[in-house]
């Protein structure tokens, strides 16, 4: 019994990152997964390229696209001149990421891309995470050509806190919510950890978003059936951060975090598809999980 519980604990221990530096077999999978991120940036561009863009109406251009006005430049043009960006600085990516000037250029079509999606009164919070890591990424030495241990460690320090946003990202919506609870508690309202909870929630934003949910019927008849899986959902939102102390939990946060959005699918209608791409690379196969080195 307790050589069990010793052999399950060691699986979720933290690395050293220096230790980790000093291991073909943790660098490889670190490289590895920095380099699946950029193979699938053009998949990422090709479904942002095949939404109806051209098609939207109340086009308000944000600080990052302030070059179109300068320009004079009407809404069409930008859409092309983003599309065409994005696409070529993605397939760029997959052949020259391992420089930092072409991991550059696919962050600022990440960039651009986003601000075209965000120019439409809110801001589309999915590609943030995109964003964000590509820019992390940017800094990354080239540990491919030239490597040592110092620029190993600074190599896998960025990775880490990759991993770090997004953890941090689910921590936060985690923690919002039970604010927000304790808040709705207090004024006698309906709260995040009430029976009802999430078939209010499907019953509010279902018929506002207009997309079809196959069980936001169920759940909203049968409300016991959503309360459970919405409560858990928020609690391991909140401690998303343990993964990045304890990081042989990652695969199997990782894997419960996917089902959530697929459930926020099914449930609501709402496609996560760029976060779920994302948490797949990012902590699937992690470099930091002691599984994934011993393996």
């Not at 506002?208 to 309360?227: C, D, K, S, T, Y």
Request: aromatic fraction near 16%.
């Amino acid at each position: 019994m307790h050589r069990n519980l010793s052999q399950a604990w060691r699986h979720v221990r933290s690395l050293s990152i220096t230790t980790l530096s000093r291991t073909e077999r943790g660098m490889d999978v670190a490289k590895t997964l920095v380099s699946y991120f950029y193979y699938f940036v053009p998949f990422v561009a090709f479904f942002y390229t095949a939404s109806p863009l051209r098609l939207r109406h109340n086009f308000q251009p944000i600080w990052p696209l302030d070059w179109a006005p300068y320009f004079h430049l009407d809404y069409i043009t930008v859409v092309n001149i983003i599309t065409v960006v994005f696409l070529a600085t993605a397939l760029a990516g997959i052949i020259f990421h391992h420089h930092r000037l072409a991991r550059l250029f696919v962050f600022i079509g990440l960039w651009q891309a986003h601000a075209l999606e965000s120019s439409f009164g809110s801001p589309n919070h999915q590609w943030y995470m995109w964003v964000f890591v590509s820019l992390l990424f940017v800094l990354l030495p080239n540990v491919w050509r030239k490597k040592t241990e110092e620029s190993n460690r600074v190599f896998l320090l960025y990775v880490w806190g990759a991993q770090a946003l997004v953890a941090l990202m689910y921590s936060m919506a985690g923690l919002t919510k039970i604010m927000e609870s304790v808040h709705q508690f207090l004024l006698g309202q309906v709260h995040g950890f009430s029976i009802d909870a999430f078939a209010y929630q499907i019953a509010y934003f279902v018929p506002r978003l207009q997309e079809e949910a196959v069980l936001a019927p169920l759940i909203v008849a049968h409300p016991i059936l959503g309360w459970f899986p919405y409560v858990t959902l928020i609690l391991v939102q909140a401690c998303s951060l343990l993964i990045m102390v304890r990081p042989g939990l990652q695969k199997p946060w990782a894997v419960f975090m996917i089902l959530f959005h697929f459930m926020t699918y099914f449930t609501m209608g709402i496609s996560f598809h760029p976060q779920i791409i994302l948490v797949i690379l990012l902590f699937l196969h992690s470099p930091f999980s002691p599984r994934t080195i011993e393996s």
